[in-house]
Protein backbone atom coordinates (compact mmCIF):
# COMPACT_ATOMS: atom_id res chain seq x y z
CA UNK A 1 0.00 0.00 0.00
CA UNK A 2 1.25 3.33 -0.87
CA UNK A 3 -0.14 6.28 0.95
CA UNK A 4 0.89 10.42 0.94
CA UNK A 5 0.51 13.71 1.71
CA UNK A 6 1.32 17.19 0.52
CA UNK A 7 1.14 18.38 4.54
CA UNK A 8 2.83 16.51 7.30
CA UNK A 9 2.69 17.29 11.03
CA UNK A 10 4.71 15.92 13.87
CA UNK A 11 3.44 16.94 16.86
CA UNK A 12 5.52 16.14 20.52
CA UNK A 13 5.06 17.22 23.83
CA UNK A 14 9.50 17.16 24.63
CA UNK A 15 12.44 17.81 22.64
CA UNK A 16 13.64 13.96 21.39
CA UNK A 17 10.05 12.57 21.14
CA UNK A 18 9.39 13.41 17.94
CA UNK A 19 13.12 11.62 16.57
CA UNK A 20 12.64 8.83 19.10
CA UNK A 21 8.69 7.78 17.73
CA UNK A 22 9.02 8.42 14.13
CA UNK A 23 12.64 9.56 12.99
CA UNK A 24 13.27 7.19 10.38
CA UNK A 25 9.94 7.93 8.93
CA UNK A 26 10.91 11.47 8.91
CA UNK A 27 14.15 11.27 7.76
CA UNK A 28 11.97 9.39 4.75
CA UNK A 29 9.43 12.07 3.93
CA UNK A 30 10.74 15.33 4.67
CA UNK A 31 12.21 16.13 1.29
CA UNK A 32 9.25 14.92 -0.11
CA UNK A 33 6.44 16.60 1.51
CA UNK A 34 6.00 19.87 3.48
CA UNK A 35 6.73 18.67 6.92
CA UNK A 36 6.17 20.93 9.93
CA UNK A 37 7.66 19.05 13.59
CA UNK A 38 6.29 20.97 16.63
CA UNK A 39 7.20 20.58 20.16
CA UNK A 40 4.77 21.89 22.74
CA UNK A 41 7.57 22.43 25.73
CA UNK A 42 10.96 23.80 24.97
CA UNK A 43 11.35 21.99 28.86
CA UNK A 44 13.77 24.51 30.12
CA UNK A 45 12.83 24.68 33.00
CA UNK A 46 15.20 22.35 34.46
CA UNK A 47 18.62 24.18 34.66
CA UNK A 48 20.01 20.80 33.51
CA UNK A 49 18.82 20.70 30.36
CA UNK A 50 19.96 23.80 29.27
CA UNK A 51 21.56 22.85 26.42
CA UNK A 52 18.58 20.62 24.79
CA UNK A 53 16.89 23.51 22.34
CA UNK A 54 20.24 23.14 20.54
CA UNK A 55 20.33 19.55 20.46
CA UNK A 56 17.00 19.48 18.99
CA UNK A 57 17.40 21.46 16.32
CA UNK A 58 20.72 19.50 15.20
CA UNK A 59 18.82 16.61 15.46
CA UNK A 60 15.94 18.29 13.18
CA UNK A 61 19.22 18.99 10.88
CA UNK A 62 19.87 15.75 10.41
CA UNK A 63 16.46 13.96 9.92
CA UNK A 64 16.62 17.00 6.78
CA UNK A 65 14.04 19.34 8.86
CA UNK A 66 15.48 22.75 8.87
CA UNK A 67 15.19 25.22 12.26
CA UNK A 68 12.33 27.01 10.27
CA UNK A 69 10.18 24.23 10.06
CA UNK A 70 10.74 23.41 13.61
CA UNK A 71 8.31 25.07 16.42
CA UNK A 72 8.42 25.27 19.99
CA UNK A 73 5.08 25.48 21.82
CA UNK A 74 4.19 27.94 24.98
CA UNK A 75 3.83 25.12 28.04
CA UNK A 76 5.17 23.64 30.79
CA UNK A 77 6.84 20.35 30.98
CA UNK A 78 4.18 17.98 33.54
CA UNK A 79 1.35 20.62 33.93
CA UNK A 80 -0.14 20.11 30.23
CA UNK A 81 -3.69 19.14 31.90
CA UNK A 82 -4.04 22.44 33.46
CA UNK A 83 -3.43 24.12 30.43
CA UNK A 84 -5.58 21.87 28.15
CA UNK A 85 -8.19 24.40 26.78
CA UNK A 86 -5.02 25.99 25.42
CA UNK A 87 -3.16 22.94 24.15
CA UNK A 88 -6.64 22.78 22.26
CA UNK A 89 -6.50 26.26 20.76
CA UNK A 90 -3.23 25.91 20.01
CA UNK A 91 -3.68 22.58 17.64
CA UNK A 92 -6.36 24.68 16.01
CA UNK A 93 -4.37 27.64 15.20
CA UNK A 94 -1.57 24.58 13.68
CA UNK A 95 -4.92 22.75 11.64
CA UNK A 96 -5.79 26.84 10.84
CA UNK A 97 -2.87 27.76 9.28
CA UNK A 98 -0.65 24.58 8.17
CA UNK A 99 -4.17 22.45 7.37
CA UNK A 100 -1.85 18.95 7.72
CA UNK A 101 -3.27 15.85 5.51
CA UNK A 102 -1.67 13.55 8.33
CA UNK A 103 -0.78 13.90 11.91
CA UNK A 104 2.00 11.99 13.92
CA UNK A 105 1.56 12.39 17.85
CA UNK A 106 1.90 10.49 20.85
CA UNK A 107 -0.18 7.12 20.85
CA UNK A 108 -2.61 6.76 23.39
CA UNK A 109 -1.30 4.03 24.86
CA UNK A 110 1.66 6.87 26.47
CA UNK A 111 1.16 6.53 30.05
CA UNK A 112 3.38 10.18 30.53
CA UNK A 113 0.55 12.83 31.08
CA UNK A 114 1.19 15.38 28.87
CA UNK A 115 1.56 13.14 25.92
CA UNK A 116 -1.61 11.44 27.35
CA UNK A 117 -3.12 15.42 26.92
CA UNK A 118 -1.93 16.46 23.93
CA UNK A 119 -2.99 13.29 21.74
CA UNK A 120 -6.68 13.39 23.19
CA UNK A 121 -6.60 17.27 22.36
CA UNK A 122 -5.09 16.45 18.69
CA UNK A 123 -8.29 14.39 18.13
CA UNK A 124 -10.58 16.87 18.85
CA UNK A 125 -8.39 19.38 16.82
CA UNK A 126 -7.97 17.42 13.79
CA UNK A 127 -11.13 16.18 13.18
CA UNK A 128 -11.31 14.71 9.60
CA UNK A 129 -7.46 14.44 9.44
CA UNK A 130 -5.83 10.69 9.68
CA UNK A 131 -3.81 10.64 12.98
CA UNK A 132 -1.48 8.08 13.60
CA UNK A 133 0.18 7.64 17.06
CA UNK A 134 4.10 6.99 17.68
CA UNK A 135 5.45 4.97 20.69
CA UNK A 136 8.16 5.98 23.37
CA UNK A 137 9.57 2.85 24.14
CA UNK A 138 9.93 4.32 27.77
CA UNK A 139 6.48 5.48 28.75
CA UNK A 140 4.03 3.23 26.94
CA UNK A 141 1.66 0.61 27.79
CA UNK A 142 0.53 -2.21 25.91
CA UNK A 143 1.25 -0.45 22.55
CA UNK A 144 1.43 -2.40 19.42
CA UNK A 145 2.05 -1.09 15.70
CA UNK A 146 -1.41 -0.98 13.25
CA UNK A 147 0.30 0.32 11.09
CA UNK A 148 4.20 -0.26 9.83
CA UNK A 149 5.91 1.83 7.51
CA UNK A 150 9.24 0.17 5.69
CA UNK A 151 12.17 2.59 6.20
CA UNK A 152 15.59 1.85 5.12
CA UNK A 153 18.85 1.63 6.03
CA UNK A 154 19.67 5.06 5.32
CA UNK A 155 16.55 6.26 7.40
CA UNK A 156 17.34 3.96 10.19
CA UNK A 157 20.95 5.28 10.64
CA UNK A 158 19.61 8.70 10.27
CA UNK A 159 17.70 7.99 13.30
CA UNK A 160 20.29 6.94 14.96
CA UNK A 161 22.53 9.74 14.31
CA UNK A 162 19.75 12.21 14.94
CA UNK A 163 19.12 11.08 18.40
CA UNK A 164 22.97 11.04 18.99
CA UNK A 165 23.03 14.60 19.07
CA UNK A 166 21.23 14.41 22.62
CA UNK A 167 24.04 14.50 24.29
CA UNK A 168 22.33 15.48 27.28
CA UNK A 169 20.71 12.21 27.25
CA UNK A 170 23.68 10.29 26.18
CA UNK A 171 23.33 7.83 29.44
CA UNK A 172 19.82 7.23 29.36
CA UNK A 173 19.26 3.40 28.26
CA UNK A 174 15.98 4.72 26.10
CA UNK A 175 18.77 6.14 23.62
CA UNK A 176 20.53 3.18 23.62
CA UNK A 177 21.49 2.54 19.56
CA UNK A 178 21.20 -1.25 20.16
CA UNK A 179 17.76 -0.55 21.66
CA UNK A 180 16.56 1.90 18.71
CA UNK A 181 17.41 -0.13 16.06
CA UNK A 182 15.77 -3.49 17.84
CA UNK A 183 12.44 -1.79 17.61
CA UNK A 184 13.07 -0.73 14.12
CA UNK A 185 13.80 -4.04 13.43
CA UNK A 186 10.79 -6.03 15.52
CA UNK A 187 8.51 -3.93 13.75
CA UNK A 188 10.31 -4.77 10.22
CA UNK A 189 9.63 -8.53 11.26
CA UNK A 190 6.07 -8.03 11.82
CA UNK A 191 5.76 -6.58 8.39
CA UNK A 192 7.93 -8.92 6.85
CA UNK A 193 10.72 -5.96 5.68
CA UNK A 194 13.87 -5.43 6.70
CA UNK A 195 12.49 -2.37 9.29
CA UNK A 196 9.81 -0.55 10.15
CA UNK A 197 8.48 2.13 11.70
CA UNK A 198 5.00 1.30 13.85
CA UNK A 199 2.49 3.20 14.78
CA UNK A 200 -1.14 3.43 15.98
CA UNK A 201 -4.08 4.48 13.98
CA UNK A 202 -5.78 6.69 15.81
CA UNK A 203 -8.03 7.65 12.58
CA UNK A 204 -7.36 6.70 9.06
CA UNK A 205 -8.91 8.83 6.73
CA UNK A 206 -8.84 8.24 2.75
CA UNK A 207 -10.49 6.87 -0.06
CA UNK A 208 -10.16 4.09 -2.60
CA UNK A 209 -8.33 4.71 -5.72
CA UNK A 210 -7.03 2.03 -8.83
CA UNK A 211 -3.86 1.59 -9.07
CA UNK A 212 -4.51 0.88 -12.82
Do not use: W
Amino acid sequence: MFFAARRLLFLGCHPDDIELGCGALLHQVAHQSEVLCVTLSDNQKNPALSGLLEEMYASMERLGVPRERVLLGPFTTRHFAEARQDILDYLLRLRRDFRPEIVFVHSRQDVHQDHNVVTEEALRAFRGVTLLGFEILRSSHGFFPQFLVEVSEADVQAKLEALACYKTYADKHYFSPEIIKSTLLRNGAIAERPYAEGFEVLRLVGHFGSLS
